[in-house]
Structure formats: C-alpha cells, structure tokens
C-alpha cells in the first residue's frame, strides 16, 4: 500500500515537472511579450518606439535566451520564489493569494452540492430504470450536459437576477473579504458548475446501480429479505459510487475549465480570472505560477479519488494490494 | 463607478504609465493635468492658466494657477510641474506619455508659478501634448505609487485605499481648489473587464454608472426606467487601415476602390445601431482643424469596379486581420465583407487574438482595423502619418511630412488651418485610412446620480466625478 502511494506522488510530482516545461514553451510560442503589453497605449492604437521597447525587454530580462530564462526561473521556484509580475513588479504570492482563496471557496462549495446531488439522482434513477421519472431525468441531465456553462450563466442572471431580482448578477467580491460573508454571490455561480458538471456522474452511477441491481448478488440478497434502504446504501451504493469515482474526479478537475467562464460570466475575482488576464498580458511568473497551482489542484483530486475508491471497493483494493493493477 | 480594468498583476497606480480605463478615471480624480481636453479637443485650463510661446514656438511659458494645494497642504509649484516632466522623460521609468519633443536642458522653472518648456522643433500647440492621457502633475519627489504609500495630488478626490485589478476607494478632497466642487463625500471605482458583466452588475444595483455600455445594450438601456444614458460628444474612430506600401494598396486607384466598397450608414445602423456618426475616411471628427466641409463620401460599388478596372485589379482578393478587440469590430468586418462583394471584392477573414492586436496587428498587416482615441490632429500625425512616425502605416512623401512640420510649427492661426486643410485633402484623395463610422459608447447613470457631464473618450469631462450629485 505504501510503495503504491510513494509510486502515484512520484508519478504526480512527475506530471507537475512535464506541465511546468509545457507552459513555458506554449508561452514561448505566444506572440508579443510583456514589454509590448507594457508599452501598449491603453485605448489608442499601436506606434511603440523600437528603442524602447528594446530597453524595457532588456529591463525585464526578456532579452535573454529562452533557456536561460527558463532555468532562472525553476532555480528561483525550487527555493520558494515564485518572481514578481512583469507588468506591475508585484511579488506573484501576493497576487494570487487573494484570489486563490476566492476560486478554492467556489470550487470546493460546488463539490460540497455536486456529490450528494451526484449520487442521490444517480441512484434514485438507477432503481427506477425505464420508468418515466428515470426517462425524465436521464433527459434532462443529457440537455443540461448539452448547453455550454456560459449559456447557463448567462440565462440564470437573465432570469434569476435580473428577471425575478432574487440574486445579484455579479459576484464582485472585494479583495481582502472572503466571498462566503456574501453567500448570495456563489448561488448563481454554483449552480452553474453543478449544473455543467453533475450530469455526467450520475448518467455513470445510474448505469452502474441499474446493472448492480440486475444483477445475481442483489437478486440474493433481496431473496434473503435485504431490501429498501438497506439494499441501496449497503450493497449497491458503493460499488456505483466507486464507478462514479473518476468520471466524479474528472468533473471536479473539469471545474478549472468552468470556474474559468463562470468567474468570466458573473465578474468573479479568482485564479482563472487572473490566468486569463496574465495569459493575456504575456505575464509568464503569474501564468506559471497559476497554471502549477491549477494543475497540482487537478492532480490532487485524481489521486484523492483514486485512494478512495480503494477504500470504497474491496475489488480495486485486492487487485492494488496483490501487486495486479 | 464601474469601469474597464486590469488583473491585479499588471494594475498600476502610477499616473504616469497606468493605461486602463479604470486608472484614467483614478488618475484624473486624484491628480490633475496642466490642460485638458474639452470635448471638442480645444483646451480647458486646468493647473496652468496660460500656455505662452515665444516668437517661434521653441519655447513655452507655462503659468501655474495661483492657490491650487496638494491634499495634505502643500502648494503647487514649479517644481513639482518640472519633477513630472522629468520623471515622464527618465529613460529608466518608461513612461507611455510622449514628450519626446521637450528639450530637458533648456526646460526651467522662472519662478513658483512659471515654468518654461524648451522645445526641439518650433510647436503650435504644445498643450494638445499636454492634455495626453499620462501628463499627469504629481508631487515632487513622489516616486512610489502603491497601495501602502498613498499618493498626494491635487485632485478633487483623495486616494484611500486602493486594491489593484479590484477597486479603489476616493474621498473628497476638502482642499480642492474649484470652489465648492466636488459634491460627493465618497466614490468607488469598481473595475469590471467585460462589457457584459459591467452592464449587469449595473442592473443589479451593484454599481450606479458604467462606462462603455456596447451599443445593444444601450439601446435596451435607453428606454430601461430609472436610468440615464450620458452620450460621448464625438465619437471614437472605426476604420479599416491600407498598407499604403503593400499590394495591392499601394496602387491608389484600389484605396481609392476599397473607400467606395464600405457601405458606412448601414454599418452605423446595423453594427453600431445609430450610436455612431459616419466618418470621412480622415481621423479627428470634432477636433479643431477637422476638415468637416469635404463631400460625404458614399457607397458606389460600381465605381468601385470601374477603378479596380483600371488599376488591373478586377476580382481583387484582400485579407483583412480583425480581432474582437473593440466593441463592434468583428460585426464590422463580417458586414464589410459583404458590402465588398458588390464591387467584386473578396474579403477574407482573419481573426486573431484581441490582446495587443492594437500594439502588433493593427496598421502592421496590409488591412487592418485602426481604432485610435480622440486626440489633436497634430499628435496622431505624429504618432502615425510622417514618414519616420512609428506608427507609420506605409503613407511616405516628404513633401506631405515638410507641410506637416510647417504647420505643426505655424503659430498663425489662419495659416495653419490652411496647412491642415491641404493634408487633409490629400489623405482624403488618396490616403490609406477608410474611417467608416465614428463610435459613441455611452455611459449609463441611475437616475439618482445627477450632474454627470456629456464626454468624448479621453476628455476632460470623461469619467468626471467632480461635479456629479445624488438626489434623493
């Protein structure tokens, strides 16, 4: 069990080196750099001095080799330095940290609604196979799946906030307060995510609970008198829920994606907000720093699930445990 | 307020380099310029209270108005107006202002109130550089702008606190030196990037006015109870650009076609939907010397045809470079490709990301989009038309330029509205700029916020809270 866990750290910190390289060379391959981002006249078109650009890169560092820059920049995130934003000169912990709090709260409080909401419908669903209000939400989830987050997004501010005035249509949040002293500025915001990533667990836990429930061990137990409640959350719930484990997993990974445009559509202040600025603004210090962040994030929830679903499932633990995986 | 930002990485509070919407609105509330503008481009004094040039306009005399205090008391001087020139020229602190022409060795102060600007070449209108969107006067000595040293200015709003890429938060400056002005204890500059959250975070009562409202939803807005849109004045230039060194552009017959294959009305009513006025292929609609008496050119794509024709360039293909980087502009470019088909023109689409189109693409590729701010015909010739401007866009004839600099030099009044009548009339004829329509963003204000001025981007009266009053 523990070379197990040793192997998949490794093998995560492994993930991080490869993501760190990549978004330096698909940065390296972005036209433009800083310095013109820097010396770009605000509202007015372009015309900027060759002679200052030149001197600005050269300020900034940006006139070195790639490779050069490259290694500066690992030798300085191995010590703990994450650098400081090119365009302001502000250390990037202190950027970030604001705004990682914001993104962390919207994730997590999505996954908090999205598992029970996940399972519940996936079960009620996978009991029920066939029957209308199992032909009704498995409809309706492939629907939601189908429209894309901004859609959503946009729909509910149209309806929800500015139609019925129930919720704010923005989610501002100032810097420095944390978001869950305004709860009414995540309602919308998560709804959205849940509603762009829960759909596709429970298309997987009902497909898994409705197979369980044909099956030759259910029909036992029920001939041994199991049934109702008991049935469902000791004999069917965990192995649907392990199933669900990973596409789960990949849902939660999938919110960067969607935490991207939800934080776009309601003006959220978080990470994916930022990365989308700096990527912009040809910041590479924030970009890497919000992209390993981001990625690590990823890595830790497949790994998290992974070691779950081997608490969860007395089949995937013997197959780890005897070495077959 | 809610206004057009930056992340909190690139956000700046140095008046003298930070670009954005949102900083110029801070800018001008907590510092001041020597000039402005006036919607109109003309000037409005405002910590000078005269521009005096000597007989050849290599030297100005600038004359400081008399009273004007810091926020913590100290007066204005000389030497804080001659601190800032310096510090914009420093070559270590790039700045985005452009005073390339000051002569530093010869600029001096006379006295507390009076400064002398030398100059390089002779300067008609030194002011209309002046009133640039970064010559701003702060405080001798001040060098560090951040959110734990909060700066001085002479302003009608006091910085006091500011939160980079999120919000700041102005009080009023009891010291401010227009009498009885500003009106408001409090404002709140809220920075909110897209169009659309800024639109919706107004509905909902997030914010009391917005800036920049694209042209759909301000004409939802207008009939919306409770609400008051604020118009620009003048609009903000919408052009196509030609390389005027590229083929096919180089041959002026096909500039001359292409001008003739843009149907600007129907681009002003479908894309803009009546929020533009129609341009005349020359930039500055508003602007002191604007040639406004030359014919309003039309569509006529069969004339279009009969000088493509002629120039050898039937079924002329071009490629246009667009970018969703200004509000409207992939809408124009989709119309203008269809407009072109009229007279033969293919025009084929290429979109590109919008972040530094304006910096990299826009006047670089053969056809691209030109969406220039209001400023004087005198500094966007500079930046722009002369042969060695860096933002040249392919226009080179020395006997342009010589009139050019004459008439930038010209202190005569009369005669240099000559001078500029003539330029303009050759880029009219055979320039490479096809300025379609002219593009007013309106502000929305709720009803309750009175004494909100009319605007042109980049005025003096844009974004400005001095005089602005809640009702109950």
């Known amino acids: 069990m523990t070379r197990y866990i040793v192997s998949r750290v490794t093998g995560a910190v492994l993930v991080l080196a490869v993501v760190t390289c990549l978004v330096f060379v698909l940065f390296e391959l972005l036209p433009g750099d800083a310095a013109v981002t820097v010396l770009n006249r605000g509202g007015a078109s372009g015309a900027i001095p060759p002679e200052q650009l030149a001197a600005l890169r050269h300020e900034l560092g940006l006139d070195r080799p790639a490779g050069e820059r490259f290694l500066s920049w690992v030798g300085g995130l191995l010590s703990g330095d994450l650098g400081t934003s090119l365009l302001s000169g502000r250390p990037v912990g202190d950027v970030l940290a604001s705004r990682i709090d914001n993104s962390l709260v919207l994730a997590l409080v999505t996954v908090v609604v999205m598992l029970p909401v996940a399972v519940v419908l996936g079960l ?102 199991v049934g109702g409640v008991r049935l469902v959350s000791r004999h069917i719930a965990p192995s649907a ?27 959220y202040p978080g990470l994916a907000q930022e990365l989308i600025g700096a990527i912009s603004q040809r910041d590479f210090p924030i970009v890497a720093a919000a992209a390993i962040l981001i990625a690590g994030f990823g890595i830790a929830v497949y790994l998290a699930a992974d070691l779950l679903a081997l608490l969860l499932s007395p089949v995937a633990r013997r197959a780890v445990l005897t070495g077959r995986r | 307020m809610a206004l057009a930002g930056q992340s909190p990485s690139a956000d700046k509070l140095d008046p003298h380099v930070a670009g954005s919407a949102a900083s110029g609105a801070l800018g001008k509330n907590v510092w001041d310029r020597l000039v402005s503008y006036n919607n109109d481009l003309t000037l409005r004094y405002r910590l000078a209270e005269a521009l005096e040039p000597d007989a ?80 701003y006067v702060v405080k001798d000595g001040s060098d560090v702008f951040d959110a ?55 509905l909902s009562g997030e914010v009391d006015m917005i800036d920049q409202v694209p042209a759909v939803r301000a004409s939802t807005l207008r ?28 041959d002026v017959r096909v500039r001359q076609a292409m001008r003739l294959a843009v149907d600007r009305q129907a681009m002003a009513d479908t894309v803009y939907l009546g929020f533009a006025e129609l341009g005349n292929d020359l930039y500055g609609l508003g602007a002191p010397f604007y040639a406004a008496d030359l014919p309003q050119r039309t569509y006529d794509p069969q004339r279009a045809r009969d000088l493509l024709r002629q120039a ?132 929305a204000v709720r009803s309750t916020v009175q004494g909100v001025p009319r605007f042109t981007l980049g005025s003096d009266d844009w974004a400005n809270y001095r005089s602005a009053w809640l009702s109950a």
């Open chain 2, 312 to 443: 050898g360039h039937e079924n002329l293909v071009v490629t246009l470079t667009t970018a969703d980087s200004s509000p409207g502009q992939l809408d124009s470019a989709t119309l203008f490709a269809q407009q072109a088909k009229a007279a033969g023109i293919t025009v084929n689409l290429e979109t590109v990301p919008a972040a530094n189109y304006a910096a990299q693409v826009s006047g670089q590729k053969p056809l691209t989009h030109n969406n220039w701010w209001n400023y004087s015909l005198d500094y966007y010739y500079g930046q722009t038309m002369t042969s060695d401007a860096p933002g040249n866009s392919g226009w080179r004839r020395p006997a342009w330029d010589a009139r050019f600099y004459q008439a930038r030099g010209t202190l005569d009044r009369q005669t240099r509205a000559g001078l500029y009548a003539d330029l303009q009339k050759e880029l009219y004829d055979e320039g490479g700029l096809i300025v379609h329509n002219f593009v007013k963003q309106p502000a």
């Open chain 2, 223 to 250: 009939t919306e109870p409770g609400v008051s849109l604020v118009d620009a004045e003048f609009g903000t230039m919408a052009a196509l650009q030609m390389r005027a060194d590229v083929a096919p552009f180089d």
């Open chain 2, 148 to 202: 734990t040293t909060l700066p001085v200015g002479t302003g009608p709003y006091m910085l006091k606190s500011w939160s980079p890429g999120d919000r700041s938060l102005l009080v009023r400056n009891p010291r401010y030196w227009e009498a009885g002005l500003p009106y408001l204890d409090e404002v709140e500059i809220v920075q909110i990037a897209e169009p659309e959250a800024r639109v919706n975070a107004f």
């Open chain 2, 56 to 135: 050849d306009g290599t030297e100005w005399r600038v004359r400081l108005r008399a009273g004007v205090l810091f926020s913590d008391g100290t007066p204005l001087t000389s030497r804080d107006v001659l601190y800032s020139i310096r510090r914009m020229l420093d070559p270590a602190k790039p700045s985005s202002a452009d005073l390339s022409m000051v002569d530093l060795a010869r600029t001096r102060a006379e006295d507390d109130r009076t400064v002398v600007v030398g100059l390089k070449q002779p300067l008609a209108d030194l002011g209309s550089v002046l009133a640039g969107w970064y010559v």
């Open chain 1, 124 to 225: 009620w669903a996978g009991m029920r196979v066939g029957g209308r209000a199992d032909r009704g939400l498995s409809t309706a989830a492939v629907a939601i799946e189908a429209v894309p987050t901004f859609v959503v997004g946009v729909v509910l501010i149209a309806v929800v906030a500015l139609g019925w005035r129930l919720l704010p249509a923005v989610s501002l949040v100032p810097v420095g307060t944390s978001p869950l002293r305004r709860p009414a500025v995540l309602v919308l915001p998560v709804v959205c995510l849940v509603a762009a990533l829960a759909p596709h667990p429970i298309r997987i836990i009902r497909a898994r609970a409705a197979e369980l429930a044909a099956g030759e061990f259910v029909r036992t137990a029920r001939s041994h008198g």
């Open chain 1, 241 to 267: 829920v392990a199933a669900a484990l990973q596409p789960m997993a990949g849902s939660v990974a999938g919110l960067v994606g969607g935490v991207a445009v939800v934080e776009t559509v309601f003006a």
